[in-house]
């Protein structure tokens, strides 16, 4: 795996589905923020090597000028159990600690809600931001009713250590 064909790969991704508005989504797009990270040049993308050992680095040495961060892993070398293990490990502890919180993204744990897939589906991904970008953004997005008709255990399990908008 080279980090060259793995980002053309997530910028794809994200450039003719994440950043597209969906009409099962109410026309928001699945993340309503990547455009503008990508657009301006505010997205690093990593090889990763080790989950836990990857997000405890970065909770060290922070994001600097990235708004994110996004490590990418070959989802053989990781189950989906123990990816998400580590990554919800690391959000507990280093990350949270940092003001940081990263999202899974494993071909073999399949994301959904309202009928659309998020995964990306080729790669393992972990992305990382700071929790208060995330936490404002989400806020935002729960008053214009970008998630009304989701799963509440679905939302539960996406709003662990940040700000529930649900709750404001």
């Given at each position: 795996?080279?980090?060259?064909?793995?980002?053309?790969?997530?910028?794809?991704?994200?450039?003719?589905?994440?950043?597209?508005?969906?009409?099962?989504?109410?026309?928001?797009?699945?993340?309503?923020?990547?455009?503008?990270?990508?657009?301006?040049?505010q997205v690093d993308y990593r090889l990763g090597g080790d989950p836990y050992v990857?997000?405890?680095?970065?909770?060290?040495?922070?994001?600097?000028?990235?708004?994110?961060?996004?490590?990418?892993?070959?989802?053989?070398?990781?189950?989906?159990?123990?990816?998400?293990?580590?990554?919800?490990?690391?959000?507990?502890?280093?990350?949270?600690?940092?003001?940081?919180?990263?999202?899974?993204?494993?071909?073999?744990?399949?994301?959904?809600?309202?009928?659309?897939?998020?995964?990306?589906?080729?790669?393992?991904?972990?992305?990382?931001?700071?929790?208060?970008?995330?936490?404002?953004?989400?806020?935002?997005?729960?008053?214009?009713?970008?998630?009304?008709?989701?799963?509440?255990?679905?939302?539960?399990?996406?709003?662990?250590?940040?700000?529930?908008?649900?709750?404001?």
């Open positions: 795996m080279d980090l060259k064909t793995a980002r053309e790969s997530v910028e794809h991704w994200l450039e003719t589905f994440i950043e597209v508005p969906h009409p099962a989504l109410n026309e928001f797009p699945p993340c309503p923020y990547a455009r503008q990270a990508r657009l301006k040049n990857d997000l405890l680095a970065l909770s060290k040495a922070g994001m600097g000028s990235w708004e994110v961060v996004v490590y990418i892993y070959d989802p053989v070398v990781w189950s989906a159990d123990e990816f998400n293990s580590l990554i919800d490990e690391a959000n507990a502890g280093p990350m949270k600690a940092a003001g940081l919180v990263s999202l899974s993204d494993h071909p073999d744990h399949v994301e959904s809600q309202k009928g659309v897939c998020f995964n990306h589906g080729t790669y393992a991904l972990s992305i990382a931001a700071l929790t208060k970008n995330l936490d404002d953004a989400s806020a935002q997005l729960y008053k214009k009713g970008y998630y009304d008709g989701w799963d509440s255990e679905y939302l539960d399990d996406l709003f662990t250590n940040r700000q529930d908008p649900r709750n404001n």
